[in-house]
């Protein structure tokens, strides 16, 4: 820790980045804000020069139709072949690409020659699917190679795919497939979770059932994984590895326009309905990967980078597949959860491996604080130079274990903000230049403005907690949320016209660091994953026994937030017994939504405090599941209601 180099009114925690690590960072010259903030498209031009552009493009933005924007428009790339063909052409095809450690211990190695063949010989066979340009392709798959070798191979054919989580439910993987026309589905038998199989096939089919089974999709494409037992439908499924046999691994990709699509990313929203995020190719591959070689300090030829998240969240296509490939970097991709067979696992993998850069969420962290730091210590991890962290603010404490803990107290921490809509990294420190305080995202990146304005759209003062915008587009920004330009713009522009509302309180401090504050709307944040409470809602309502219910997010030590519902039974049922309801309910949420959106509790209560209007209070609800005295009830329509439910809560702690 240091203090002498610190700007005027700083907290006193700050770490500076050592001589050692500063002389040999990627970004050590602090002109590269100016400069970018100069100029922030003549910046985007070059740093979009780092990629191989088919057809040159000459003009950098099309802002003439906001909240539209169009960047790079008149060129053309291949985005597989940037992360892939060049660099075997650059002479790199021996570089390892992926370190692939299952879960149950088997491993495998794929060079860049390797995967770069594995994508061409994928994309031949998806050809003969008939695959083409602009067809969308739902992937419902474990964390294995061939997720990897599929978004690839869609991408080099100029479609775009809908990755699912492997966690998400039938109906969930459905509305997905549904909302986009998907016209193919790859998918696996199985995966490995937590020491057994965890079945993905018979989602997909359950998923293509309903509605009477009528979709758009027509085949379904299936990895042999974890060998589990599945149905086949003659006319339908396909074999993966049966199917590849017959294709070599020759295909010459060819340049689609920048604003091709590249993928749809379903993401919660303030409704019940999710938002399919829609990414398009040369803005996108420019961000990613611009800022995964200055965020994290990349060095191609020596660095082992390894980040865990699926590849199911925004976070798995920007930093494990795009941004890590476009830069040829190597990497290890883990199929499992952390404390299998031990919580020793990811350290384990980190020795082995030589791990030099790490990137994880704080929920993992802290559950790893929870275990102990005798764990990670019977590891060597002193392969590790740069850490990272995404997905909500890191709590100071966990901080300042992973510094000392997993990085020897030396490693430069990124705590790196972004949205799956912003598709790139936007605010983090740059490990060479920030001196680092615990718990900030600190910086814009550079070529990227933002700032924290109050509900009438002018700045607050330093110190002041407000709403975070980003004052201009940049090359990695949503396009639109598919299908649906209206909600595109009453999500996120309608409120400060054209500049963007990502829904994060914010709040700066007096050197203009960035402090998040986590959400303004009705979305919680449970393990790093965005939840949308009206989502649970109306998956609680749709059980039979349910009259109506309301959720919240509550503060939780190890998941950030946890999800806890507000349940009234109907009157006239006799499904549910008292003791029933709440097991039932969490299942029943698990089944219609995923494992992942199960709540931590359930109360079964006779009313929700509600305004005179009729709008549930759902803060009040929020402190009594937090635990504290309920605030001022007086606006609502019966005041008795919260002090029973808050007697029911406290009852239950
Ligand atoms: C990448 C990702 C986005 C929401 C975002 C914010 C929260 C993410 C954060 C962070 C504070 C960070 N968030 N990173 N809050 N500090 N470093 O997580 O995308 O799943 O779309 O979630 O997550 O609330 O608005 P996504």
Same mark, same amino acid.
């Given at each position: 820790?240091?203090?002498?180099?610190?700007?005027?009114?700083?907290?006193?925690?700050?770490?500076?980045?050592?001589?050692?690590?500063?002389?040999?960072?990627?970004?050590?010259?602090?002109?590269?804000?100016?400069?970018?903030?100069?100029?922030?498209?003549?910046?985007?031009?070059?740093?979009?020069?780092?990629?191989?552009?088919?057809?040159?493009?000459?003009?950098?933005?099309?802002?003439?139709?906001?909240?539209?924007?169009?960047?790079?428009?008149?060129?053309?790339?291949?985005?597989?072949?940037?992360?892939?063909?060049?660099?075997?052409?650059?002479?790199?095809?021996?570089?390892?690409?992926?370190?692939?450690?299952?879960?149950?211990?088997?491993?495998? @190695?794929?060079?860049?020659?390797? &995967?770069?063949?594995?994508?061409?010989?994928?994309?031949?066979?998806?050809?003969?699917?008939?695959?083409?340009?602009?067809?969308?392709?739902? +992937?419902?798959?474990?964390?294995?190679?061939?997720?990897?070798?599929?978004?690839?191979?869609?991408?080099?054919?100029?479609?775009?795919?809908?990755?699912?989580?492997?966690?998400?439910?039938?109906?969930? &993987?459905?509305?997905? +497939?549904?909302?986009?026309?998907?016209?193919?589905?790859?998918?696996?038998?199985?995966?490995?979770?937590?020491?057994?199989?965890?079945?993905?096939?018979? @989602?997909?089919?359950?998923?293509?059932?309903?509605?009477?089974?009528?979709?758009?999709?027509?085949?379904?494409?299936?990895?042999?994984?974890?060998?589990?037992?599945?149905?086949?439908?003659?006319?339908?499924?396909?074999?993966?590895?049966?199917?590849?046999?017959?294709?070599?691994?020759?295909?010459?990709?060819?340049?689609?326009?920048?604003?091709?699509?590249?993928?749809?990313?379903?993401?919660?929203?303030?409704?019940?309905?999710?938002?399919?995020?829609?990414?398009?190719?040369?803005?996108?591959?420019?961000?990613?990967?611009? @800022? #995964?070689?200055?965020?994290?300090?990349?060095?191609?030829?020596?660095?082992?980078?390894?980040?865990?998240?699926?590849?199911?969240?925004?976070?798995?296509?920007?930093?494990?597949?795009?941004?890590?490939?476009?830069?040829?970097?190597?990497?290890?991709?883990?199929? $499992?959860?952390?404390?299998?067979?031990?919580?020793?696992?990811?350290?384990?993998?980190?020795?082995?491996?030589?791990?030099?850069?790490?990137?994880?969420?704080?929920?993992?962290?802290?559950?790893?604080?929870?275990?102990?730091?005798?764990?990670?210590?019977?590891?060597?991890?002193?392969? +590790?130079?740069?850490?990272?962290?995404?997905?909500?603010?890191?709590?100071?404490?966990?901080?300042?274990?992973?510094?000392?803990?997993?990085?020897?107290?030396?490693?430069?921490?990124?705590?790196?903000?972004?949205?799956?809509?912003?598709?790139?990294?936007?605010?983090?420190?740059?490990?060479?230049?920030?001196?680092?305080?615990?718990?900030?995202?600190?910086?814009?990146?550079?070529?990227?403005?933002?700032?924290?304005?109050?509900?009438?759209?002018?700045?607050?003062?330093?110190?002041?907690? $407000?709403?975070?915008?980003?004052?201009?587009?940049?090359?990695?920004?949503?396009?639109?949320?598919?299908?649906?330009?209206?909600?595109?713009?009453?999500?996120?522009?309608?409120?400060?016209?054209?500049?963007?509302?990502?829904?994060?309180?914010?709040?700066?401090?007096?050197?203009?660091?960035?402090?998040?504050?986590?959400?303004?709307?009705?979305?919680?944040?449970?393990?790093? #994953?965005?939840?949308?409470?009206?989502? +649970?809602?109306?998956?609680?309502?749709?059980?039979?026994?349910?009259?109506?219910?309301?959720?919240?997010?509550?503060?939780?030590?190890?998941? $950030?937030?946890?999800?806890?519902?507000?349940?009234?039974?109907?009157?006239?049922?006799?499904?549910?017994?008292?003791?029933?309801?709440?097991?039932?309910?969490?299942?029943?949420?698990?089944?219609?939504?995923?494992?992942?959106?199960?709540?931590?509790?359930?109360?079964?209560?006779?009313?929700?405090?509600?305004?005179?209007?009729?709008?549930?209070?759902?803060?009040?609800?929020?402190?009594?599941?937090?635990?504290?005295?309920?605030?001022?009830?007086? @606006?609502?329509?019966?005041?008795?209601?919260?002090?029973?439910?808050?007697?029911?809560?406290?009852?239950?702690?």
């Amino acid at each position: 820790m240091e203090s002498h180099h610190l700007p005027e009114g700083a907290t006193p925690e700050t770490y500076a980045p050592s001589p050692e690590f500063r002389d040999q960072a990627n970004v050590a010259d602090s002109s590269v804000y100016w400069r970018a903030a100069q100029d922030p498209e003549g910046y985007w031009a070059e740093q979009a020069q780092n990629l191989q552009w088919t057809r040159p493009f000459t003009e950098v933005l099309d802002w003439t139709n906001p909240p539209f924007a169009k960047w790079f428009q008149d060129g053309e790339l291949n985005v597989a072949a940037n992360c892939l063909d060049r660099h075997v052409a650059a002479g790199n095809g021996d570089r390892v690409a992926l370190h692939f450690e299952g879960e149950p211990g088997d491993t495998r @190695t794929l060079t860049y020659a390797e &995967l770069t063949h594995e994508v061409k010989r994928a994309a031949n066979m998806l050809t003969s699917l008939g695959v083409e340009a602009g067809d969308r392709v739902a +992937i419902y798959m474990p964390m294995i190679p061939e997720t990897v070798i599929a978004m690839l191979a869609v991408a080099r054919l100029g479609a775009a795919h809908s990755v699912v989580f492997g966690g998400f439910s039938a109906e969930s &993987l459905r509305a997905r +497939i549904d909302d986009a026309e998907a016209r193919l589905v790859i998918t696996a038998d199985g995966g490995w979770r937590k020491g057994r199989v965890s079945a993905l096939k018979p @989602t997909v089919d359950d998923a293509l059932a309903l509605n009477g089974g009528g979709s758009t999709v027509t085949r379904v494409l299936v990895v042999e994984r974890a060998g589990n037992e599945v149905a086949f439908d003659e006319d339908r499924d396909l074999w993966w590895h049966r199917e590849i046999t017959a294709f070599d691994g020759e295909h010459e990709p060819q340049g689609f326009p920048a604003e091709n699509p590249l993928f749809i990313l379903y993401t919660s929203g303030t409704t019940g309905k999710p938002k399919g995020i829609l990414h398009t190719s040369g803005g996108y591959l420019t961000q990613v990967s611009t @800022t #995964h070689r200055d965020v994290f300090d990349l060095k191609p030829e020596t660095d082992v980078y390894w980040c865990t998240a699926d590849i199911g969240w925004i976070t798995g296509h920007s930093y494990v597949v795009y941004g890590p490939l476009a830069n040829g970097a190597t990497q290890v991709i883990y199929e $499992g959860t952390p404390e299998t067979p031990d919580w020793g696992r990811w350290w384990s993998i980190i020795q082995k491996y030589g791990v030099t850069i790490f990137y994880t969420a704080p929920t993992a962290i802290r559950a790893c604080m929870k275990v102990g730091r005798q764990v990670p210590e019977q590891y060597d991890l002193s392969s +590790i130079r740069v850490l990272g962290s995404v997905g909500e603010p890191i709590n100071p404490e966990a901080w300042r274990w992973y510094r000392e803990v997993i990085g020897a107290g030396s490693a430069p921490i990124v705590d790196t903000w972004w949205q799956t809509e912003t598709g790139a990294i936007m605010i983090s420190p740059l490990p060479g230049l920030t001196h680092l305080k615990p718990g900030s995202a600190q910086v814009p990146q550079p070529g990227i403005s933002v700032a924290v304005v109050g509900e009438d759209g002018e700045p607050v003062d330093n110190g002041q907690g $407000g709403l975070l915008v980003v004052q201009r587009p940049w090359p990695s920004m949503v396009r639109t949320i598919w299908g649906d330009d209206q909600r595109f713009i009453d999500t996120y522009w309608a409120k400060f016209g054209d500049r963007y509302f990502a829904g994060d309180g914010a709040r700066l401090d007096d050197d203009g660091d960035v402090w998040l504050l986590g959400r303004v709307d009705d979305v919680m944040n449970v393990s790093g #994953h965005r939840l949308s409470t009206a989502e +649970i809602e109306s998956a609680l309502v749709e059980h039979h026994a349910v009259a109506e219910s309301a959720v919240v997010g509550a503060d939780d030590e190890t998941t $950030g937030q946890a999800v806890v519902a507000f349940v009234i039974l109907k009157t006239q049922q006799s499904i549910l017994s008292l003791e029933d309801a709440e097991p039932e309910l969490k299942k029943h949420v698990a089944a219609q939504i995923g494992a992942i959106a199960r709540p931590r509790q359930i109360f079964i209560v006779s009313e929700l405090p509600k305004t005179r209007s009729g709008k549930i209070m759902r803060r009040l609800l929020k402190d009594a599941a937090e635990g504290r005295d309920v605030g001022d009830t007086t @606006t609502l329509a019966d005041t008795a209601v919260m002090q029973t439910i808050s007697d029911r809560v406290r009852s239950e702690r």
